[in-house]
Nanobody
Framework: QVQLVESGGGLVQAGGSLRLSCAAS????????MGWFRQAPGKEREFVGI???????RYADSVKGRFTISRDNAKNTVSLRIDSLKPEDTAVYYC????????????????WGQGTQVTVSS
């Protein structure tokens, strides 16, 4: 089992940058692909991106070029850097451990953090 705790959210002005972190406890962190999702008020949870076990990444088309995911298996952490923040990036951001299936669907992930709020002011 993996426990995940996100941090780093906050209120940021449009155009700014933010780095979110996800700390994992439990064994075998390095054996999981680690994904990031976000959920805006009144909307479904949305895939943002994933770092696979080997460190390669995949992103949703809507965030390519502005979002960067990285992982540090030695520290059991995964990070999400967001540049050029936009008001539409406002959401609760979650990290999750990928289990199987399509990386784009939340149902493919088993372990979730509690989320961290990101609010972007215009």
């Amino acid at each position: 089992q993996v426990q995940l705790v996100e941090s780093g959210g906050g209120l940021v002005q449009a155009g700014g940058s933010l780095r979110l972190s996800c700390a994992a406890s439990g064994r075998a962190f390095s054996s999981y692909g680690m994904g990031w999702f976000r959920q805006a008020p009144g909307k479904e949870r949305e895939f943002v991106g994933i770092t696979y076990k080997d460190g390669t990444t995949r992103y949703a088309d809507s965030v390519k070029g502005r979002f960067t995911i990285s992982r540090d298996n030695a520290k059991n952490t995964v990070s999400l850097r967001i540049d050029s923040l936009k008001p539409e990036d406002t959401a609760v951001y979650y990290c999750a451990a990928f289990i199987s299936g399509s990386v784009y669907y939340a149902a493919s992930y088993r372990y979730w953090g509690q989320g961290t709020q990101v609010t972007v002011s215009s």
